[in-house]
């Protein structure tokens, strides 16, 4: 498995040029509903749908409460479930306020399965618009296992490999 990356211009702003750069941009091939993967875990792990579904459901309502009140949640192999805030910087402490949170959001950090999932998969770029795609020695992209390819420090916004903002 390797996980998909485009190239996408961007304009960063952290200077007064707001310079377009070109950077990996992470690409998925579809979306996986929330019935389809009931009937995955459903037939992984040998559990009626219903009292799949009844988990998942109670755990989504739980992970509300908790995160809700300001709670880190640890869900074992799956990670770490955390709340998060994006704010504008200031130049004196008391003039951060709540007005200059410009986003709520809860974070998942990868646990111990997810993560060798990651480091053991490559990733690959895949052609938009009918670019062509310059060869790597015919391998078709960095595949060796690093999982975090050229360019991850790239700053491209919300795909962040430790943390990954789900809301």
Not at 6 to 15: E, P, T, W
Request: aromatic residues 6%; neutral net charge; proline residues 2%.
């Amino acid at each position: 498995m390797a996980f998909r990356y485009v190239i996408k211009k961007r304009v960063f702003g952290f200077d007064e040029t707001k310079s377009e750069k070109y950077v990996a941009a992470s690409f998925s091939i579809g979306e996986i509903g929330f019935d389809t993967l009931c009937n995955q875990v459903t037939k992984q792990g040998m559990a009626p749908r219903g009292v799949v579904k009844m988990v998942m459901d109670g755990l989504i309502d739980a992970l509300c409460t908790y995160v809700s009140i300001g709670t880190t949640v640890k869900l074992g192999d799956f990670g770490t479930i955390r709340p998060g805030l994006n704010c504008k910087s200031q130049e004196e402490a008391k003039k951060v306020t709540a007005d200059s949170i410009y986003r709520q959001k809860i974070i998942l950090t990868s646990g111990k399965l997810l993560k060798a999932m990651i480091k053991s998969s490559g990733v690959t770029r895949i052609s938009t618009n009918g670019e062509e795609i310059p060869s790597d020695n015919g391998n078709g992209g960095n595949t060796g296992g690093s999982g975090s390819g050229s360019g991850s420090g790239s700053g491209s916004g919300d795909d962040d490999q430790e943390e990954n903002p789900l809301g």
